[in-house]
Structures are given as structure tokens and as C-alpha cells.
């Protein structure tokens, strides 16, 4: 019999925060690139991609990725798009962690949604970057990997949502030549 104290309410069966915390802390700093992207780019990158000097200057050229015909999405800049998404990322796991019961599964699925377009933008934006250009973004890669990573710890909590559900509707069957536990 367990004891109250130890049980967890019904809205936490499927949460992880583990995996929503490495996805909030990943997204605050897709943030950070974001808007280091935006003030570099705000500054003519003059002093590089980072804004720390020259340093890679021969093999990145952001201000050439970001000024090409790939750099804006229905006329808006793509840093002011990757700055929105991530903050999108960030509020919807805040939202699975602190709101309320109802919102835990909604706004898990809609992060899948706009993580799952974000990954494909991303990849869609560096295959552009390594095909169409001949020209790197240090700052645009590196947001790249971020958006990676947590389209992989999406999915893994995404799968974990959903198999104690699927289990539930579909429960082990009975094998030939097994005898059935009661």
C-alpha cells in the first residue's frame, strides 16, 4: 500500500522534469544566441560573427548568411523568427511544468509541433548554408545544434508521454503456450 505523501497527482504521470528542464535551460540559451545573433547583426558583424574579433573570419561570414536570399521567412528577418521560437520553446515547457492540469498534454504537443517545424526550418536554413552559399554562420550553426538537441529530448518525452497511454489502451495479450496470470 503506498502512502500518500509518496504518491504523484494524476496530472504528473506523464511529466519529466528532468528532460523539461534541459529543454527550458537549452531554450534560454537559444535566447542568447538569438539575440547576440540580432545585436551582431544590428552592428554589421564588424568585429566577426561573435563579436570578438576577427577570429574565424576566413571560414565564417555571418553577415553573408544572414543578408542572403534564405535569411528572412514571409519578410521577417529569420534571427527575430529564431529569438520568437525559442521564447515559444521556453513558454510552453514553462507551461507544462506550472500551469494547470489541463495544460500538461496541449502544450507538450503543440512544443512537438513548432520543435518538429523548427528542426526542419533549421536543417532546411544549414543545408542552404553548405549548398547555396559559400559562406558559414558560426552564431546560425550553433543555434542549429541547440534546436537539435532539444528536437531529441522533445521526442523522448514525447515518447514517454505517450506510452503509458498506449499501454493503457492496448494491454499485453495472451501468448500461446503461456499460461495467463491471474
Same mark, same amino acid.
Given at each position: 500500500?503506498?502512502?500518500?505523501? +509518496?504518491? /504523484?497527482?494524476?496530472?504528473? /504521470?506523464?511529466?519529466?522534469? *528532468? ?6 535551460v ?9 539575440? $547576440? ?11 566577426? !560573427? *561573435?563579436g ?5 573570419? =576566413?571560414?565564417?561570414? !555571418?553577415?553573408?548568411?544572414? =543578408?542572403s536570399a534564405?535569411? %528572412?521567412f514571409?519578410?521577417? =528577418?529569420? %534571427? ?12 510552453? *515547457?514553462?507551461?507544462?511544468?506550472v500551469?494547470?492540469?489541463g495544460?500538461l498534454r496541449? =502544450? ?16 532546411y536554413? *544549414?543545408?542552404?548554408?553548405? %549548398?547555396?552559399?559559400?559562406?558559414? !554562420?558560426?552564431? !546560425?550553426?550553433l543555434s542549429?545544434?541547440?534546436? %537539435?538537441?532539444?528536437a531529441?529530448l522533445?521526442?523522448?518525452?514525447a ?6 497511454? /498506449?499501454?493503457? +489502451? $492496448?494491454?499485453? +495479450? $495472451? ?8
Open positions: 500500500m503506498a502512502q500518500q505523501g +509518496k504518491q /504523484s497527482p494524476a496530472r504528473l /504521470s506523464g511529466y519529466h522534469p *528532468t528532460l523539461d528542464r534541459a529543454i527550458f537549452l531554450a534560454m540559451l537559444g535566447v542568447l544566441v538569438a539575440v $547576440h545573433l540580432w545585436i551582431q547583426q544590428g552592428r554589421g558583424f564588424a568585429e566577426g !560573427c *561573435t570578438f574579433g576577427d577570429a574565424g573570419a =576566413s571560414v565564417f561570414d !555571418c553577415g553573408a548568411v544572414v =543578408s534564405a535569411g %528572412t514571409l519578410g521577417v =528577418s529569420n %534571427t527575430l523568427w529564431g529569438l520568437v521560437f525559442y521564447l515559444g520553446v521556453g513558454l510552453l *515547457t514553462a507551461l507544462a511544468a500551469g494547470p492540469a495544460w496541449p =502544450s507538450k504537443m503543440l512544443r512537438l509541433g513548432l520543435v518538429g517545424f523548427g528542426f526542419l526550418y533549421s536543417a536554413l *544549414t543545408l542552404y548554408q553548405f %549548398t547555396q552559399l559559400d559562406a558559414r !554562420c558560426l552564431l !546560425c550553426l542549429a545544434g541547440i534546436v %537539435t538537441v532539444i531529441v522533445v521526442v523522448l518525452d515518447r514517454r508521454v505517450e506510452a503509458p497511454a /498506449s499501454a493503457a +489502451k $492496448h494491454p499485453p +495479450k $495472451h501468448r500461446p503456450g503461456k499460461k495467463a496470470i491471474a
